[in-house]
């Protein structure tokens, strides 16, 4: 059963740091592109970062280049995303995403449950 079980969030201070967590079972986590997405109220779900299977390559919305930092643990199957600098248009609920392509068919992409980041001003 793929399981992707989000951590970490809660309420911070605009300027403070979290760092949420993202520990996936099922599958091979370690073939997986992995994601961090985000979803405020009343707004459509962004991409915040992503990193491929192996770490080397990281990319980020502009929003929050500079201040959040995607890795992965492939021993540990978890991703993780440090935030640092939080504003208050960061609230949102975070949620990890694990893709991988499968050749001619429909993807293989699974989600966890998210969790509420929220950052008083």
């Known amino acids: 059963q793929v399981q992707l079980v989000e951590s970490g969030g809660g309420l911070v201070q605009a300027g403070g740091s979290l760092r949420l967590s993202c520990a996936a079972s099922?599958?091979?986590?370690?073939?997986?592109?992995m994601s961090w997405y985000r979803q405020a109220p009343g707004k459509e779900r962004e991409l915040v970062a992503r990193i491929t299977s192996t770490g080397g390559n990281t990319n980020y919305a502009d929003s929050v280049k500079g201040r959040f930092t995607i890795s992965r643990d492939n021993g540990k199957n978890t991703v993780y995303l440090q935030m640092n600098s939080l504003k208050p248009e960061d609230t949102a609920v975070y949620s990890c995403?694990?893709?991988?392509?499968?050749?001619?068919?429909?993807?293989?992409?699974?989600w966890g449950q998210g969790t509420q980041v929220t950052v008083s001003s």
């Open positions: 995403n694990a893709w991988r392509p499968r050749g001619l068919n429909i993807p293989y992409d699974y």
């Open positions: 099922g599958f091979t986590f370690s073939n997986y592109v």
